[in-house]
């Protein structure tokens, strides 16, 4: 059925073709089979070979796998192993990190109810969930969740708390006799019942309109289902390298090639010098050092308390320019707390604490006296105390709550004051109740033994009731416009206000009625928040300073909305605030995205809006982040570059959609997320870097050698040990560098940047063309002074290996020098460097090994030339680094 909530119960009924007695056992067993069952589906997942497959779609795996048959065909064994070892070791970490990609949809499912009382034949049936249709009749109850989506048929004292689905902390007060428009928001349908929302208060019977993935979170299952996520950025900019890359080194080892057998060399000796030149050039261990600079920082990450389920969003954090954060549980402690007090003759009180821990004290202005506020505050306390239907009580494991959240946060205020529901009720026994209903909007209670009434409720509602207010001077006749200015205020503080009264009636218990509520005395307003986040505000401010911008998505009101945002320092005022409806009036692309891109904060907005927002941003070119704990934000979750869950307060489906989970449910440790991303993604960089400036360096060498009319520079083997030197060793120790300390100073990178971007391209051109016109010109000089091709060879080969020991560490930042550099903070890459060195020293010496490698010793003052030579390398490197931080691009 559509729109029911714009329909009255009977239409409902009509158009359900069902009854208020229910369905007969038969019908329903013949609408099951045609409407199938109450279930959501499972994703199938794919099997472990494909995804291990899937690890190999990349264009740099497909040459280095061509490259290590053609290794193995020719005969060397050693290199075609080492490269199919790295391989299998990056696709059995891909495999083990993306074999989870379909487990959104069944934490969705494992929300659905196992079971649901319903009518059938009439009298009052348990069946399995999964096995209700459309048109039965289920009943409602305190502590149920909603099995399918219902139009309530009548409703006692019935609160749904729907923040699964729309984000509102508080429990909604359903009015089944009302109908809404057919536009209302998901939140302002107060008629219906939501599939796997919870009943926090009263009964209820509802007609079930909707099952499985007709249900509104049916419609998020299938959201999450249908689509498939964003490639997080580092892979976007890996493949589009890549490419480029691969060509690149095809033309060059094909230029190579060329201008060998034009100085006629034989065809197979080319063949195996130009393959053995590729494999020296194609950065074989770059997958294996992303690899390992990722799992490097999910280590880090973990001790901040950010759990990873996917590597690749290690960096997608990093890179993001855009969160887009749910507020209830993200940034609010999803804990209402009864913070602010509004009391006649006074000023306004404040309550310290937060959540259902009832630690706390009343603070008063320094001019206020403290005895009279306190007695003005117990005054009330009592009231609500003796009004309430909800249950505080200290547990083993601590204070344990039951009932609405507006109750139990009256009862945690009343406790701060000393005052206890156990300490008040045998002096007060009730007498009589009237329970919280829609209509109504308030609730009230007599006790004995002298005709104490306590009512609480919609300040519109008491405000009739009462012909006096409290006050320091006593009892005084109800000064109206003072106390709806007092409400007001509240309210445009981010507020939820509630008003609160007593006085006395002699009715008896049983007879206590709404008529018996007149010329009660006003004590004064409860102004209610779901309170920030300590760290939110200071986490907003870091987002800012590290250019990444943050707008707040939610299900509440928008001055409730506001109110938040001004405190999180989001917004200023309205013109920043866009509302569900607003952005469901938006017929194009392009009407949504102006409306987006100048919003802040997203108030009243549905799943599916939260998920266009994300769009727009996308649209836009933001690499976008999306906070929530929520089944609502499953779609958002998914759709984003990366999707980020609260491990605490979050809901299955949110922590199994994420790519990373906040075990502290703290907005500042996303911060700290974003930091530790971009120093994976700087790491990253340091590592192409090293590895492209050696690669393009001994081909720019071989070439240069080539134009000279030399000899082979070196021949395959040597290349193929140089690989193995520099790529096996120092490559994944330069994988663990440090932070530089300033990561949150800097702006997100653009979108649409590659990784080999204008900085990267003058630092290896720089750093490669000094590498191979200083080896071929050595190699020339040795030649030209008489050294034979052997000895020449030997020696330009030692100062190859000390220009990639000496770029190692040139590479460790992009910018700074690195006499500023502590050696000893990378450990591992001061031994990675020393083993390759010492790796080749020891070739030079081992017999058998030097025969093959074509190596022997040289002597001390050999050694020492060369050495000195290479370190030309920093020198020149170091007055590139001052050029570009004297003139920055």
Same mark, same amino acid.
């Given at each position: ?10 239409a ?20 099951l ?7 959501l ?5 794919a099997?472990?070979l ?6 190999f ?17 020719l ?23 993306e074999f989870?990609?379909?487990?959104s949809?069944?934490a969705?499912a ?5 079971h649901?009382?319903?009518?059938r ?21 305190t502590?149920?969740?909603?099995p399918?989506?219902?139009r309530?048929?009548s409703?006692?004292?019935l609160?749904?708390d ?31 019942a ?11 019977r509802?007609?079930?309109?909707a099952?499985g993935?007709?249900?509104?979170l049916?419609a998020?299952a299938e959201?999450v ?16 390298f890549?490419?480029?890359l ?17 100085k ?29 600079a ?9 001790r901040?308390?950010v759990?990873?389920?996917?590597l ?18 993200t ?9 602010r ?15 259902t ?26 009231a ?7 249950t505080?009580?200290?547990?083993d494991?601590g204070?344990?709550?039951h009932?609405?959240a ?5 009862l945690v ?7 206890t ?9 009730q007498?009589g ?15 004995g033994?002298?005709g104490?009434?306590s009512?609480?409720?919609a ?5 009739p009731?009462?012909?006096t ?12 416009a ?7 205020d #509240?309210?445009? @503080?981010?507020?939820? &206000?509630?008003?609160?009264? =007593? $006085?006395?009636? +002699? !009715? %008896?218990?049983p007879?206590?009625?709404p008529d ?8 004064g ?5 779901d309170?920030l ?7 907003i ?10 707008s707040?998505v939610?299900g ?5 909305a ?6 999180l320092?989001?917004a200023?005022?309205?013109?920043e605030?866009?509302t ?6 938006c017929t ?11 919003a ?6 549905e799943p599916?809006?939260?998920l266009?927002?994300?769009?727009? #941003?996308?649209? @836009?070119g933001?690499? &976008?982040?999306?906070?929530? =704990? $929520?089944a609502? +934000? !499953? %779609? ?16 299955d489906?949110?922590?199994?959609t ?18 530790e991303?971009r120093?994976?993604y700087?790491n ?11 690669g ?5 060498a ?8 030399l ?10 040990w140089?690989n ?10 330069l ?9 949150l100073?800097r ?15 003058e ?8 590498i ?10 040795l ?7 052997f000895?020449?060879?030997?020696s330009?080969?030692l100062?190859m290996?000390?220009f990639?020991n000496i ?7 992009e ?19 020393a ?7 020891g ?19 050999e050694?020492?030339l060369?050495?000195?030579?290479a ?19």
């Open positions: 059925m559509e729109q029911p909530h714009a329909s009255s119960v009977s409902a009924l009509a158009a359900m073709q069902a009854s208020t007695d229910g369905l007969t056992t038969a019908e329903a067993a013949a609408r089979a045609r409407h199938g069952p109450n279930t589906p499972h994703g199938k997942q099997g472990l494909l995804v291990f497959l899937h690890q779609k990349s264009p740099l795996i497909y040459v280095l796998v061509v490259a290590a048959v053609v290794a193995v065909l005969g060397d064994w050693e290199d075609g192993m080492f490269i199919g070892a790295v391989l299998l070791l990056n696709a059995v970490i891909g495999t083990i990190q989870n990609a379909q487990r949809a069944a969705l494992s929300l659905t109810v196992p649901a009382l319903v009518l034949d009439g009298q009052e049936h348990e069946i399995d969930a999964a096995t209700l249709v459309p048109g039965d009749i289920v009943l409602l109850e502590g149920v969740r909603v399918a989506d219902l309530l048929i409703a006692n004292a609160h749904i729907e923040s699964l689905l729309t984000g509102e902390s508080k429990a909604v007060t359903k009015q089944p006799d009302t109908e809404f428009a057919a536009d209302a928001s998901m939140g302002d349908r107060l008629n219906m939501f599939a796997g929302t919870l009943v926090s208060r009263g009964r209820g509802g007609l079930c309109v099952t993935l007709a249900t509104q049916g998020i959201a289902l249908g689509r498939e996520g964003a490639k997080p950025p580092l892979l976007v900019r890996m493949e589009v890549t490419r480029k691969t060509v690149l080194i095809g033309i060059a080892c094909a230029l190579v090639a060329a201008v060998a057998l034009a006629g060399q034989g065809a197979q000796e080319v063949f195996v010098l130009a393959v053995a030149l590729a494999v020296a050039a194609i950065p074989e261990g770059l997958p294996v050092a992303l690899t390992v990722l799992a490097i920082a999910v280590r880090r990450m973990s901040r308390r759990i990873v389920r996917k690749a969003a290690v960096e997608a954090l990093g890179s993001c320019t855009y969160i887009a954060s749910d507020k209830t549980g940034l609010t402690m999803n804990q209402l707390t009864a913070e007090l509004r009391l006649p003759g006074l000023p306004e009180l404040r309550l310290t604490g937060e959540g821990t009832p630690s706390g004290e009343l603070v008063s202005p320094p001019e206020t006296d403290e005895l009279t506020a306190r007695a003005a505050a117990e005054r009330l306390a009592r609500v105390t003796l009004c309430n239907e909800a505080l009580a200290q547990g494991g204070w344990v709550t009932g609405d507006v109750d139990i946060s009256l205020l009343a406790h701060k004051l000393g005052l529901r156990p300490g008040l009720e045998p002096h007060h026994p007498l109740a009237i329970p919280f209903e829609s209509e109504r909007q308030y609730a009230a209670t007599l006790h033994p002298a104490l009434v009512v609480k409720g300040l519109e509602k008491l405000l009731m009462c012909a207010m409290a006050t320091p001077a006593g009892d005084v006749a109800l000064d109206a003072q106390v709806e200015a007092a409400a007001r #509240l309210a445009d @503080q981010g507020y939820r &206000v509630m008003a609160v009264a =007593d $006085g006395r009636s +002699d !009715a %008896p218990g007879t206590f009625g018996h509520l007149r010329g009660l005395c006003f004590l307003l409860v102004g209610t928040i309170p986040r300590p760290d939110a505000a200071a986490a401010a870091l987002c800012a300073r590290a250019g990444v911008a943050v707040m939610t509440d009101h928008p001055v409730t506001l109110a938040i945002s001004r405190k320092g989001l200023r005022d309205a013109a605030v866009v569900g409806p607003q952005l469901a009036a194009d692309d392009t009407a949504r995205g102006e409306l987006v891109r100048n802040r904060v997203f108030a009243r907005m599916r809006q939260k266009e927002i994300v769009i727009a #941003l996308q649209q @836009q933001h690499f &976008v982040a999306v906070t929530g =704990d $929520g609502n +934000d !499953a %779609p958002a979750l998914r759709q984003a570059h990366v999707g980020v869950a609260m491990g605490r307060s979050g809901t489906v949110a922590r199994e994420a790519d990373l989970i906040i075990t502290d449910d703290a907005f500042g440790s996303i911060v700290a997320g974003i930091e991303g120093v994976a700087a990253v960089r340091k590592v192409i870097f090293l590895l492209i400036s050696t393009a360096g001994t081909i720019l071989f070439i240069a050698s080539l134009a000279m009319g000899p082979m520079l070196f021949v395959a083997t040597q290349l193929l140089l193995l030197v520099t790529n096996g060793i120092q490559d994944v120790a994988a663990f560098e440090p932070g530089e300390g300033d990561e100073s702006k997100p990178r653009p979108p649409r940047e590659p990784i080999f971007n204008r900085r990267m391209i630092g290896v051109l720089v750093s490669a063309v000094w191979g016109l200083v080896t071929s010109g050595a190699f020339w000089w030649l030209h002074i008489g050294w034979e091709e000895r020449a060879r030997n330009v080969l100062l290996v000390m990639q770029q190692v560490g040139n590479c460790r930042s910018l700074r020098s690195g006499l500023t550099l502590n050696p000893f903070r990378n450990r591992l890459l001061l031994l990675g460097t083993t390759a060195q010492l790796v080749h020293i070739a030079m010496f081992t017999p058998g090994l030097r025969s093959v490698l074509k190596v022997e010793p040289v002597t001390l003052a050694y020492g060369w050495l000195a030579v370190l030309s390398l920093f020198v020149v490197m170091e007055l590139y680094k001052l050029f570009r931080r004297v003139r920055p691009i």
